[in-house]
């Protein structure tokens, strides 16, 4: 079935750290791919997305490849800030399932000053 | 544009005890959605609604789980009775249409249950 595999945390990094989150994803269909973002006490914000093979989704310094190759959506940053301290959710929607999310375990992230 | 709203954020009860939470989607938002996320991983789909219609509930344990979209807005996702296992935090999410539109999530209901 399909699923998404992400790299265990917690991440620990010094503040302007460079950051790679890896994710591979399995999937019958053609997915679209998502990042997710989830703050402390706050729900989960869409981060960026990628809906087709060599798509690069971009958001707040946050950048993702859509590899289909290597079946991978890896999120980086150049300079991580404390303020993106948070968890990561790597997540794909296949057409054939109209619309249900499929999540990784989510990464955490922590970036001390 | 308003998110999505959810009630209660928290909500602690003894088990066998009946819980209902509360989700207002986005306005205009067509599709709505139930997830289940338990501590330390990510969120795992229970329902999804078109309009008023449950068009995959396939994974709502239907014994004691029950939603409801009345009109075609908000939602009510009930437990009776609660177990221990429903320990988790239930997310609601909306979109504009089905299949690859962006969701859009709420902040959540918390649920501990005693």
């Known amino acids: 079935g399909d699923s998404v595999t992400q790299m265990e945390g917690p991440v620990t990094l010094s503040e302007e750290a460079f950051l790679t989150i890896n994710c591979t994803y399995t999937?019958?269909?053609?997915?679209?791919l998502f990042w997710y973002v989830q703050y402390p006490g706050e729900g989960l914000q869409l981060l960026l997305k990628?809906?087709?093979?060599?798509d690069k989704g971009s958001n707040k310094g946050f950048e993702a490849t859509y590899r289909k190759e290597t079946t991978s959506f890896h999120l980086e940053k150049g300079s991580v800030q404390v303020s993106d301290s948070a968890v990561y959710f790597c997540?794909?929607?296949?057409?054939?399932?109209?619309?249900?999310?499929?999540f990784g375990q989510g990464t955490t992230l922590q970036v001390k000053p | 544009e308003a998110g999505v709203v959810q009630s209660p954020r928290y909500k602690i009860i003894e088990k066998k005890q009946p819980v209902a939470f509360w989700c207002n989607p986005i306005s205009g938002h067509n599709t709505l959605y139930w997830y289940l996320q338990n501590l330390g991983q990510g969120p795992e789909l229970l329902i999804r609604?078109?309009?008023?219609?449950?068009?995959?509930d396939s994974q709502l344990p239907k014994d004691r789980f029950s939603a409801e979209r009345l009109k075609g807005v908000d939602s009510t996702l009930k437990i009776q009775p609660a177990e221990l296992g429903d320990s988790a935090v239930y997310l609601c999410a909306s979109s504009r249409a089905e299949g690859w539109d962006t969701q859009y999530f709420g902040p959540g209901t918390r649920l501990t249950v005693l």
């Open positions: 999937a019958t269909g053609y997915p679209s």
């Open positions: 609604y078109e309009n008023e219609e449950a068009v995959d």
């Open positions: 997540a794909l929607v296949v057409s054939s399932n109209t619309g249900k999310l499929i």
């Open positions: 990628a809906t087709k093979a060599d």
